[in-house]
T-cell receptor, first 111, second 114 residues
Framework: GNSVTQMEGPVTLSEEAFLTINCTYTATGYPSLFWYVQYPGEGLQLLLKATKADDKGSNKGFEATYRKETTSFHLEKGSVQVSDSAVYFCALLGGNEKLTFGTGTRLTIIP | DGGITQSPKYLFRKEGQNVTLSCEQNLNHDAMYWYRQDPGQGLRLIYYSQIVNDFQKGDIAEGYSVSREKKESFPLTVTSAQKNPTAFYLC?????????????FGPGTRLTVL
C-alpha cells in the first residue's frame, strides 16, 4: 500500500536559517504530492503541491520538487521566520483516491 | 468567504454517550472527508463521501457513523462503541473525489471523553 515517511522531529532552528524537512514515499503509479502546515490548535492548510515528476511546488518561500527517481518530496526554505513555527505534514494522493499522510514534523524557530 | 466550518471547537463527552460533530462547507465541493488526528501521528481517514446520499468507510470507521443528506453538510457521530474517542477530528472537502483534487480542511474539533 501507499506510505509516506517524514523526517523525525522536533526540529529547532534559529531565525534566518535554512530549512529542509525530508519526505519520501512509496506508491504505485503516479501520485500527487502535498505539503500541509498545521498551526497550533488549527486545522491543516495546504502549503504547496506537485502533481507530476519534476514539478516544483512553491508558496510563501517554501519549495518542494517531485523527484520520482528518489521517490522524494523534500520541503525547503532559504530563510525561516518565527512565524513558520508549526507542524508540517507530507502527503500523497494515490491511485486508491485516498490521501496518505506522514506523521508530521514539528518545527520551532527561535529568534 | 468560502470555507469549511466545524463546530464545536471543543467537545466533552461522558463515557457511554454518543456525540455528533458538525461539518459544513460552502465551496460547492462534491467530496467530503472525516479524519482523526492523535498526538505524534498523521491523520487517519474515518469516512468519506463522494456525493450526496453516498459514503464509504475509511481505514478506521469502527465506532463512527456519518450521513450526507445535503451537499454542504457531513456530520460525524462518535458512538459509544468507539473505544478510544479522545482525539482531534478534522473535516475536509475537495471538488471531486478521485480526480486528484486538493483537499481543504476545517479548523477541527477536539473531543475529550471524561
Amino acid at each position: 500500500g501507499n506510505s509516506v515517511t517524514q523526517m523525525e522531529g522536533p526540529v529547532t532552528l534559529s531565525e534566518e536559517a535554512f530549512l529542509t524537512i525530508n519526505c519520501t514515499y512509496t506508491a504505485t503509479g503516479y501520485p500527487s504530492l502535498f505539503w500541509y502546515v498545521q498551526y497550533p490548535g488549527e486545522g491543516l492548510q495546504l502549503l504547496l503541491k506537485a502533481t507530476k515528476a519534476d514539478d516544483k511546488g512553491s508558496n510563501k518561500g517554501f519549495e518542494a520538487t517531485y523527484r520520482k527517481e528518489t521517490t522524494s518530496f523534500h520541503l525547503e526554505k532559504g530563510s525561516v521566520q518565527v512565524s513558520d513555527s508549526a507542524v508540517y505534514f507530507c502527503a500523497l494522493l494515490g491511485g486508491n483516491e485516498k490521501l496518505t499522510f506522514g506523521t508530521g514534523t514539528r518545527l520551532t524557530i527561535i529568534p | 468567504d468560502g470555507g469549511i466550518t466545524q463546530s464545536p471547537k471543543y467537545l466533552f463527552r461522558k463515557e457511554g454517550q454518543n456525540v455528533t460533530l458538525s461539518c459544513e462547507q460552502n465551496l460547492n465541493h462534491d467530496a467530503m472527508y472525516w479524519y482523526r488526528q492523535d498526538p505524534g501521528q498523521g491523520l487517519r481517514l474515518i469516512y468519506y463521501s463522494q456525493i450526496v446520499n453516498d459514503f464509504q468507510k475509511g481505514d478506521i470507521a469502527e465506532g463512527y457513523s456519518v450521513s450526507r443528506e445535503k451537499k454542504e453538510s457531513f456530520p460525524l457521530t462518535v458512538t459509544s462503541a468507539q473505544k478510544n474517542p479522545t482525539a482531534f477530528y478534522l473535516c475536509a472537502s475537495s471538488a471531486r473525489q478521485g480526480a486528484a483534487d486538493t483537499q481543504y480542511f476545517g479548523p477541527g474539533t477536539r473531543l475529550t471523553v471524561l
